[in-house]
């Protein structure tokens, strides 16, 4: 089993940074693809970024490109989410994942077998 905590959210303003934490525990996640989804009001969860065990490819949805940079450090069994520029329209609870097989289509919430309890990330205008 894998235990997975998210941190690092909050309230910002528009145009600000956070950086969300999802530590692991129970297993190394090394091997795991590793994943963001968010979470909005009325909102089915949808996916943000992604990153292969190795860190080598990474994924994201169209509207966080260029502004949230997901890494990982393996060493200390954590995956990090930079964002930066922030918008209203990215308040959510956002939610790690873990894939252990790597292999499925990293977009989907089905494809996940392990899930954080959610970080809330709110910004204001």
């Known amino acids: 089993q894998v235990q997975l905590v998210e941190s690092g959210g909050g309230l910002v303003q528009a145009g600000g940074s956070l950086r969300l934490s999802c530590k692991a525990s129970g297993r190394t996640i090394s091997g795991y693809r590793m994943g963001w989804f968010r979470q909005a009001p009325g909102k089915e969860r949808e996916f943000v970024a992604a990153i292969s065990w190795s860190g080598g490819n990474t994924y994201y949805t169209n509207s966080v490109k260029g502004r949230f940079t997901i890494s990982r450090d393996n060493a200390k069994n954590t995956v990090y989410l930079q964002m930066n520029s922030l918008k209203p329209e990215d308040t959510a609870v956002y939610y790690c994942a873990a894939?252990?097989?790597?292999?499925?289509?990293?977009i989907l919430p089905g494809g996940y077998d392990y899930w954080g309890q959610g970080t809330q990330v709110t910004v204001s205008s």
């Open 99 to 106: 894939d252990v097989t790597g292999a499925r289509l990293p």
